[in-house]
């Protein structure tokens, strides 16, 4: 954490999140308003003192709103970021230990998936299941699970042939403690990395889907959804657009930054350009 | 030591750090040398000692974060470290030329060995293409290359090691430099190989009267080449002197200690035979290792891959106490020895331990397992970096039930204690060790499981010199109190003469010579054996 900070990425992206984290944390409390009130006779409104960054079409006030909505976006984006990481650990690494035709198999099947872009995956998903917020998470966690599994195959196949995990090997350990003592520990490392980033892919997915309105429904205050509902207005009072669309950027830049300086400072080979 | 006319390279008052997050680091100090038309210095020291960034110093390719702190670097009485980066990039290459350790990473893999002569001499002398071509090849078979045309059409990949170092030594000497800076040539070679290298590189030497700058960790092979020997120690020169008087009659503490630690096969380590009579304790039977397997995919199209042999036949036994030592080159097949004893490759034939017959892998049990132990050749790749080194001693008292509860952390300590390391070094992780340390925590595992054989698969290699007696001594302790048989493979023949009862010579595969130490001299050996002992030298008296 210390080397994190001292990484010029890193600074930044740990900023980022931070205000994030507050907006998640407190973001209902710190809100000046009841995100859902309507003050009727403030419509369409830029920045004021009464309301810091203006109003939308019903004269909700954008500041509480998008605060409001943070929760919401992030639980979004790390939610289903984990449910990739889980499962495409999971096959990931059965793929690396067993190898033979079972990993060929996996791989094969994942290439398949891999050639469909994620965004296209995600719709063909979220189509099948309906939309709405829970489904749309899912949907994301599916398609992030290819990739991620070739990154946790990747890592175990790397760690498999260290001698350490010989070692064990000689000695007659059992393919359980092989898989959970010797090589995920380290091969953990490269998923971190990738499951921050995607982070921001999956936060920017789900804006998507609130926007094309199979993700979120009204009146959610997710991000995406906030822009969906506002751009008629958008020419009318910018403000009401850029407003939740700046807080998708920060987020999504925030665990981007981070990402990018975690993958520096866990790579031995890139830390001492990173020092300089 | 004054500099005349006949001082081809000479540093002078020489100081060199390294600017760190942590601060300064200390590289090399008031370092004075020089060398003379046609005389070899050889520059010796262990890793970290400052005989690399020398090189570089004089090269003028120091890192960005090399802070010089003053002194001269002078080639033929101009000073190096006034010239501008494109005045040394004419004289890099032209006037100075460098051999590195490893061949296959100073040549570049995408073009034509011929390509990479010419290359130098198109642009140092001035050649046309044409002429470069026809000039490379001249300078190839002075290198002892027997198709040198052809070789010029070969990529890196198509060449063995030695004949890309003999590339390496004929694009060094293209321009007849005036000085060439030779940094471990044969570390990265086979024995016989670094042997015709050396020999190639006294005679261009003669030839050529060029100043040689022999860099090297190991004495016994500088002793061969050199006029004068400098020995540095963190990044001071603590001893320099005429190579024979430095061997005859070491001044300096260091120079000492070092020259002590050189494996010398007359200094036996082992002194009291095994007992002939009693019955091995383990023995392998035409032991065979076969490598490409046809993959699922490749069957089902009917394609099966033709397996190749790693070893054929393999048969020898172990009795209580002994140490076999197994040597040979890479790829003689010594390692997948090694691994499939411990049960890491596939086998057919027969592994005997005590009364029980194993006649496949997958036979290999627990008992015998644990009766079984491996050290592997780099401590940094078999500790776990994410245990604790207190759990990597541990595991194997778990796993064979030799101890519980409370027992485990005193067993622990006490194991720690038998390779003389302090008892709280449980608590470290393996990072935070040295690389002999590290070494030393591995042969401790292997000894935890109380085994009967432990295999030492080049445990010295990744060591240096004092390092390296230090872990011999000690492996050869515990195997005297515990009475573990060892197989001992290396390819260090001096230190395994030093140490074995018995030697297995290992060829392509096939043991093709097996005998008691004593008898590695006799007439009747087999030819291979000769010649590996041929390429060994053996160090200087000391």
Redesign the interface.
């Known amino acids: 954490m210390p080397e994190l900070l001292r990484h010029p990425a890193g600074v930044a992206g740990t900023l980022l999140l931070a205000i994030l984290a507050v907006a998640v944390v407190a973001g209902p409390v710190l809100a000046p308003y009841d995100p859902q009130a309507f003050h009727t006779l403030a419509r369409l409104q830029g920045p004021s003192l009464p309301y810091w960054l203006g109003t939308d079409q019903f004269g909700r006030d954008l500041l509480s709103r998008v605060l409001q909505g943070a929760r919401a976006t992030v639980l979004f984006g790390v939610g289903a970021t984990l449910g990739g990481v889980a499962a495409g650990s999971l096959i990931g690494v059965t793929a690396g230990v067993l190898g033979?035709?079972v990993d060929?198999v996996i791989m094969r099947l994942l290439d398949g998936l891999l050639a469909v872009p994620d965004l296209l995956l995600t719709l063909l998903i979220v189509t099948v299941l309906a939309g709405g917020g829970g489904h749309a998470m899912l949907a994301v966690a599916v398609a992030f699970t290819p990739g991620l599994a070739r990154i946790a195959r990747s890592a175990v196949l790397s760690v498999r042939t260290?001698?350490?995990v010989?070692?064990a090997?000689?000695?007659?350990?059992g393919r359980g403690y092989i898989i959970v003592?010797?090589v995920l520990?380290?091969a953990i490392g490269p998923l971190i990395i990738e499951a921050t980033i995607r982070v921001s892919f999956a936060i920017m997915i789900g804006a998507t889907l609130g926007f094309l309105g199979l993700g979120a429904q009204p009146p959610s205050t997710e991000w995406g959804l906030m822009i969906a509902e506002a751009r008629q207005y958008m020419f009318r009072n910018p403000w009401c657009v850029v407003v939740p669309g700046v807080a998708i950027a920060i987020s999504a830049l925030g665990f981007n930054l981070t990402g990018d300086a975690l993958r520096d400072l866990l790579d031995p080979r890139l830390r001492h350009a990173a020092?300089? | 030591m004054s500099d005349d006319d006949s001082t081809v390279l000479s540093v002078r008052d020489y100081s060199l750090d390294y600017a760190t997050r942590e601060g300064p680091v200390r590289a090399l100090r008031e370092i004075n040398l020089s060398i003379m038309r046609g005389r070899t210095l050889g520059l010796v020291g262990e890793s970290g000692s400052g005989k690399s960034s020398l090189a570089w110093s004089i090269l003028r390719a120091l890192p960005p974060n090399a802070r010089e702190l003053g002194g001269t670097i002078r080639l033929l009485g101009e000073d190096l470290r006034q010239r501008t980066r494109r005045e040394i990039a004419a004289i890099r290459g032209a006037r100075i030329g460098i051999v590195f350790q490893d061949p296959s990473t100073s040549l570049n893999p995408t073009l034509t060995l011929g390509a990479q002569i010419a290359e130098v001499l198109v642009r140092h002398r001035g050649l046309a293409r044409k002429e470069a071509l026809a000039e490379g090849e001249r300078l190839l078979a002075r290198t002892g290359i027997a198709r040198p045309a052809d070789m010029m059409r070969r990529y890196p990949h198509q060449a063995s090691g030695g004949e890309k170092q003999r590339v390496v030594i004929a694009t060094a000497f293209a321009c007849n430099p005036e000085c060439i800076i030779f940094d471990e040539p044969t570390t990265a070679l086979d024995i016989i190989t670094a042997r015709q290298i050396l020999d190639l590189f006294a005679e261009l030497q003669r030839e050529t009267q060029v100043a040689a700058l022999y860099i090297s960790h190991d004495l016994a092979l500088v002793a061969r080449v050199a006029d004068e020997v400098a020995v540095i120690d963190q990044g001071v020169i603590v001893e320099q002197a005429p190579a024979a008087a430095l061997f005859a009659a070491p001044r300096g503490e260091y120079t000492k200690a070092l020259l002590a630690a050189v494996p010398d096969p007359r200094r036996r380590l082992v002194n009291a035979p095994p007992d002939i009579d009693a019955p091995p304790v383990f023995s392998v039977n035409r032991l065979c290792v076969r490598y490409g397997q046809t993959s699922a995919l490749m069957r089902l199209l009917g394609r099966a891959a033709t397996p190749v042999a790693a070893l054929t036949d393999i048969g020898f036994s172990l009795r209580r106490g002994e140490i076999l030592g197994i040597v040979g080159e890479s790829g003689s097949g010594k390692s997948t020895l090694a691994r499939a004893i411990v049960g890491l490759e596939g086998f057919a034939g027969e592994i005997r331990l005590g009364e029980d017959s194993f006649s496949a892998r997958p036979l290999l049990d627990r008992a015998y397992r644990r009766a079984v132990q491996i050290v592997f050749q780099n401590p940094d790749a078999s500790l776990n970096p994410r245990q604790r080194v207190g759990d990597i001693l541990a595991r194997p008292l778990k796993l064979y039930g030799l101890a519980r509860g409370a027992d485990i952390a005193s067993r622990v300590a006490a194991l720690l204690t038998d390779v003389r390391l302090p008892p709280d070094f449980a608590g470290r992780y393996p990072h935070q060790l040295s690389g002999g340390e590290k070494q030393r925590v591995a042969i401790a595992r292997a000894f935890a499981a109380e085994p009967r054989i432990v295999i030492c698969d080049e445990i010295t290699s990744s060591l240096d010199v004092s390092v390296q007696a230090v872990v011999v001594r000690l492996l050869l302790d515990l195997r005297a109190r515990t009475g573990a048989s060892c197989l001992f493979v290396t390819h260090d023949l001096n230190l395994v003469r030093q140490i074995a009862h018995r030697i297995a010579v290992l060829y392509r595969g096939d043991l093709v010579d097996l005998f008691e130490v004593d008898a590695f001299d006799v007439a009747g050996r087999h030819p291979y054996t000769r010649a590996l002992l041929e390429a060994v030298p053996i160090p200087v008296a000391s």
């Open positions: 033979g035709w060929s260290r001698e350490f010989q070692a090997v000689a000695r007659g350990e003592r010797e520990p380290n020092a300089r």
